[in-house]
């Protein structure tokens, strides 16, 4: 695909382009250079690879802390700690995980030293050991709207909804919805086993649906 | 990857919160970051010590050179004399000295005339009819001045032998020619009484101020003692002269007389 649009350049702006991608870490000819490749460069001393994976997880990386914190000033603050932990931590990365893996977890473990702090944790813990199966049976789903007011209505609500979960109910929901993580990445991101991970999944979505206004 | 646990996966609420990713950072937000990254792999420039600090270096220089030449100007003022060498000052001094004693003589010579006045009113509200006579009682009674001696020994009070030269030369005005009081000076030797008593009056300021001088003159030098004996010639005072020439070569036996003062004198004889 990136091929076919330079031809309008002609054979000199087409190899200057693919030069300048080249240097730029662009998609040519079908490869992308991939996150742990790019993470490995920047700790090299490359910073344009860094800028790079910055542009690739930036986005879903801030919603993640957006969803997680009470205020977009907590939120910006836990973001950006999150990034110069991966800055100091450059050389100690390797291979062996996603970056994106990585990177969530890092973000992960700063919710929760941000939870504890207020005490909140390993609070919502014990509450969700004591189960939520009632919320989990009334609300099996809801019908989604069609119309577009009632689309942004129910957006904003399912916001709502969600600043209205558990932190651990609300954080494996996020990975999955904003990283992409299937049940097993997000159990090796956050550190817990899988089973642990379905059972927060299950309490979040029940939840979610109940507050959406699902019916049985 | 198809998710082996799509039992857990709600679709309507994925899509629904799908649509709600709008968000995203702020672009301040971005710029700190990157910037952050990009310093953390930047390689320390090797610079110079000078050129790290900046504009401080020059500042603080001109500050430091600013700060010594006020500290100089200071002191200069404050002190000037601190920076002239010490021998340039030994020679004024000397000479301040020789002016010092110069000018002490001139001085004494003054008190002498002005006390002499002073005595001279008190004499005019005497008791006596006769004014000379209380002054011969009190110069029997006063001890014998060698008041035309200069002495290179202490200095006695200027203003005590001033009275005792008035009255001795008060009581050569009234006694009879020929007739000397033992109470009278040493130095008054010799005849000429009645030429004596003719220029007294108008040498009594000099005499008295000889006589005031003592203290001074023996502080001063031979060549000052000689000065003050040829003042004594000139104003035709030899008998004084004499006398003070006498005192002299005692004080002074190793210098020389000048000829002038002894043919002066020789003559007198």
């Known amino acids: 695909m990136f091929q076919a649009g330079l031809w309008p ?61 009470e205020s977009q000033a907590v939120a910006e603050e836990l973001y ?9 931590s450059r050389k100690r ?21 941000h939870y504890r702090k207020q005490g909140k944790w390993d609070a919502y813990l014990v509450d969700m050991d004591e189960g939520d ?66 059972s ?14 699902g019916e049985a | 990857m198809s998710d082996p646990h799509d039992e857990l996966k709600d679709d309507v609420l994925s899509n629904l919160y799908q649509r709600t990713r709008i968000e995203e950072p702020p672009m301040a937000l971005d710029s700190a970051i990157l910037s952050q990254a990009r310093q953390a792999v930047e390689k320390p420039q090797h610079r110079s010590l000078w050129s790290r600090m900046g504009w401080v270096a020059p500042l603080a220089s001109m500050a430091v050179v600013m700060l010594t030449v006020s500290v100089v100007i200071q002191m200069k003022q404050q002190h000037p004399e601190s920076l002239a060498p010490t021998l340039m000052d ?8 020789i002016t010092h004693d110069a000018e002490s003589v001139m001085e004494l010579k003054e008190e002498g005339a002005s006390s002499r006045q002073a005595a001279e009113k008190k004499d005019a509200y005497a008791p006596s009819a006769q004014p000379n006579v209380a002054p011969v009682e009190s110069l029997n009674e006063m001890a014998p001045a060698k008041s035309l001696v200069p ?9 005590e032998a001033i009275p005792q030269r008035k009255l001795k ?72 002269a004499a006398a003070s020439l006498n005192a002299f070569k005692q004080a002074y036996p190793d210098e020389p007389v000048p000829e002038d003062i002894a043919s002066a004198l020789a003559k007198q004889q």
Request: glycine letters at 6%; a positive charge.
């Open chain 1, 9 to 69: 350049l002609g054979r000199r702006g087409a190899i200057a382009s693919l030069l300048l991608c080249r240097r730029l870490h662009c998609p040519v000819m079908g490869t992308k250079v991939s996150d742990e490749q790019l993470m490995l460069r920047y700790s090299g001393g490359d910073a344009d690879a860094f800028a790079e994976l910055y542009v690739r997880h930036k986005a879903s990386l801030y919603r993640y802390m957006l969803r997680s914190c």
């Open chain 1, 80 to 88: 950006q700690e999150v990034w110069a932990s991966v800055i100091q």
């Open chain 1, 93 to 113: 990365y390797t291979d062996s995980a996603k970056f994106s893996t990585w990177l969530f977890s890092i973000a992960g473990n700063r919710l929760i030293d």
């Open chain 1, 133 to 198: 199966s009632e919320s989990c049976a009334v609300a099996a789903s809801f019908e989604q709207p069609e119309a577009q007011a009632d689309i942004n209505q129910q957006m904003r609500r399912l916001l709502h909804c969600l600043e209205q979960l558990p932190p651990p109910q609300r954080q494996v929901f996020l990975l999955r919805e904003e990283a992409g993580m299937n049940l097993q990445t997000v159990a090796e991101s956050v550190g817990i086993g899988l089973e642990a991970v379905k």
């Open chain 1, 200 to 213: 927060r999944m299950r309490y979040a979505l029940g939840k979610l649906r109940l507050c959406m206004g």
């Open chain 2, 90 to 97: 030994a020679a004024p001094k000397q000479k301040q000295n």
């Open chain 2, 151 to 159: 002495k290179p020994a202490t200095a006695p009070s200027s203003i």
């Open chain 2, 169 to 240: 030369i008060q009581t050569r005005e009234v006694a009879p020619a020929g007739v000397m009081s033992d109470s009278t000076s040493d130095a008054i030797s010799g005849g000429g009484a009645d030429d004596r008593m003719q220029r007294e009056p108008e040498a009594l300021g000099s005499v008295r101020a000889k006589t005031v001088a003592k203290p001074a003159a023996e502080r001063m030098s031979a060549d000052q003692w000689l000065t003050i004996i040829r003042e004594a010639i000139q104003a035709g005072q030899l008998d004084e």
